[in-house]
């Protein structure tokens, strides 16, 4: 059975007396009152001042001009009834705009929200594999469902106008989905901004004059990006597999840590794209499938032990032949145990190992950030964050060993 959204409903009639006419009546105006909101309407009633009972709202006595006028504003009443109930029932949820033009006869083009999302959705979808990722379009998909189910369970509507849009309705969604989806902050972070730059539409459209989100702050916390260790590098590289499709996942993985390679990137790496350099080094030289930024890398010892060991094996002109994201995962979580790293070690965390790994020795960030095909050199100074915290966490535990021998050390000086 269909739920509707009860709202605190009003109708009153009061005089316009700021605005008398030529004969001196003054107009009785009607105005609607939902959920706080208000609007105003013209009755096309006009009246002597005198007559007007304002603790009723009608016309004072039984005088047939009384009667006419009060029959009149009584239909008024009924009928914004009518169109409060029907838009109730159909949408189960009213404003008292909507129910203003429906009593008006004014039919109104309505920008709805999860309609333009759509085409967003859409349009960005006709970009991938051009100018846009289709990581990213599926990560805004997810945010459109999510906008979706909130309208649903939460209101009971399968869509809303922009202009019914307010700083209450964001502020609602965001705790949604801290409290009933329980999703992680930056997570909700990145659902809001795909939001917001749907809302931003309407707004550079004329569809709304304020954003909702000009007030609401989008928070995001600071996150440490998992990395594997030289040791852990070592301990994974190194351990012993049960399968065939394990050992090949392990491999990839390696391979990963030392190009700085993502998944897709390496899913349809193809040996025309690598290359032999100036320096007589076989280099990979292509863009990244996310930003269509061109990068290059050289071909260290362990990937080209990698490249050889596989020869052959992938599919037309691919380097590999790379299993599906789902089964790399599983496998990845499987050879963590086995190696004993507890990290959630995923294709991602190698991208950040080979950024940390040569960070630490010594390759200059810009070099670094280069190869890894990054927009913006700030991204990989978070690297260089997570390096430097190591190397003074590598130092405080020096500082401990040499304590004794720094304490004996200071009486000579």
């Not at 009584?74 to 914004?80: C, S």
């Not at 945010?143 to 869509?159: A, G």
């Not at 863009?287 to 060991?309: A, E, G, N, W, Y």
């Amino acid at each position: 059975m269909k739920t509707t959204k009860r709202a605190t409903f009003k109708i009153l009639f009061y005089l316009k007396k700021n605005a008398p006419k030529k004969d001196g009546s003054i107009p009785v105006m009607g105005r609607i009152t939902i959920n706080g909101k208000i609007t105003q309407f013209s009755t096309k009633i006009s009246i002597d001042a005198k007559k007007w009972d304002i603790s009723h709202n009608r016309l004072k006595g039984k005088s047939k001009e009384a009667n006419e006028i009060n029959q009149k504003l009584d239909a008024i009443r009924v009928r914004i009834n009518d169109c409060y109930n029907r838009i109730l029932n159909q949408n189960g949820y009213v404003s008292a705009i909507k129910v203003k033009n429906a009593f008006l006869g004014i039919t109104t083009d309505e920008k709805m929200l999860l309609v333009v999302f759509q085409k967003y959705l859409d349009d960005f979808y006709t970009k991938v594999g051009k100018t846009k990722a289709k990581g990213s379009w599926a990560y805004f998909r997810f945010s459109f469902q999510h906008v979706k189910t909130f309208l649903k369970e939460k209101h009971n509507l399968k869509d809303i106008p922009f202009r019914e849009l307010e700083e209450d309705f964001i502020t609602d969604f965001e705790h949604y989905l801290i409290f009933d989806k329980k999703l992680h902050t930056n997570t909700i972070a990145n659902y809001l901004k795909t939001l917001k730059r749907v809302v931003m539409i309407a707004v550079d459209k004329g569809w709304i004059v304020v954003s909702p989100f000009a007030r609401h702050r989008v928070k995001k916390v600071k996150t440490n990006r998992a990395f594997l260790t030289k040791e852990e590098l070592k301990q994974f590289g190194s351990v012993t597999v049960r399968t065939k499709n394990e050992e090949l996942v392990r491999d990839l993985f390696v391979f990963c840590c030392f190009t700085g390679l993502s998944y897709v990137d390496l899913k349809n790496l193809t040996f025309d794209e690598i290359q032999r350099f100036w320096d007589k080094s076989l280099w990979i030289i292509k863009k990244r499938q996310k930003s269509k930024v061109k990068f290059s890398v050289r071909l260290l010892d362990t990937p080209l032990q990698i490249m050889k060991k596989y020869k052959g094996l992938g599919n037309d002109n691919l380097v590999f032949n790379v299993p599906s994201h789902s089964s790399c995962i599983t496998h990845l979580k499987t050879i963590s145990e086995l190696a004993g790293i507890t990290k959630h070690v995923t294709f991602h965390v190698s991208r950040h190992t080979c950024a940390t790994l040569f960070l630490s020795n010594n390759v200059p960030i810009e070099s670094v950030s280069k190869m890894l095909g990054h927009t913006n050199i700030r991204t990989t100074q978070i690297y260089a964050r997570i390096t430097n915290k190591k190397i003074s966490e590598d130092m405080e535990r020096l500082a401990v060993q040499l304590q004794n021998v720094e304490s004996q050390l200071a009486v000579n000086f």
